[in-house]
């Protein structure tokens, strides 16, 4: 409820969950017969992207396994593993993502790392992102998976972090087909995946 003058309520629209419901709705048909699960933890900027992700692994044939929602219970599941107690709230959040995604059955864990997103403003001077959210994969590497990017405990998760640039088109596309054909996906369906996945983010 918004109070607009004090003495009169009057029930407002919720943009906050208009825009949550909006990036993490179903963008592509669920995958029936996945080549593998990949978890993606609901942080940071994935709030951004995540039309993007959803559509071009479905496209592909690989099933997006979100991390649950935040609440109490998830922050303080990864609550060990924060090294700063000064980071913001967003970050430590990240923690309890992590471990939502080990605990369920993914073959791996896909966390990118963006330094720019994509200039919708033509007079803004930059579009990067906060040192924290680009970062911040790498901590979580370091501080959870090690350098070889598994965990003793949860072996069966592999972590990624690969770098994207949603400034330059070109430079997204060439990191895609570099990722993708990794988990051995053909370059005419990362191609055709690629423009659904643009499509559904705009």
């Not at 109490?72 to 107690?85: I, K, M, N, Q, W």
């Not at 967003?90 to 309890?96: E, F, I, R």
């Not at 998976?145 to 598994?150: A, D, T």
Request: with cysteine; proline share 5%.
């Amino acid at each position: 409820m918004f109070s607009n003058s004090g003495s009169t309520l009057e029930k407002g629209f919720d943009f906050s969950r208009f825009q949550y419901d909006l990036v993490f709705s179903d963008f592509a048909e669920p995958v029936e017969t996945p080549l593998m699960k990949i978890g993606i933890p609901r942080v940071l900027n994935i709030y951004e992207n995540y039309p993007f992700w959803s559509v071009l692994f479905r496209s592909c044939g690989i099933e997006p396994v979100l991390s649950g929602h935040s609440n109490s219970e998830l922050s303080d599941s990864g609550a060990g593993s924060v090294v700063s107690d000064n980071i913001c709230f967003p970050a430590k959040l990240v923690h309890g993502h992590i471990q939502d995604l080990l605990s369920s059955e993914v073959d791996r864990i896909f966390y990118p790392i963006v330094t720019f997103e994509q200039n919708n403003i033509p007079t803004a001077s930059n579009c990067y992102n906060c040192p924290v959210v680009s970062g911040y994969p790498d901590v979580i590497r370091n501080v959870v998976f090690g350098r070889n990017g598994k965990t003793d405990k949860n072996s069966f998760a592999k972590y990624d972090t690969p770098n994207f640039s949603f400034k330059n088109e070109k430079m997204l596309f060439a990191a895609c087909k570099k990722y993708l054909l990794t988990l051995g996906v053909d370059i005419s369906t990362i191609k055709k995946s690629f423009e659904k996945a643009r499509k559904a983010q705009q």
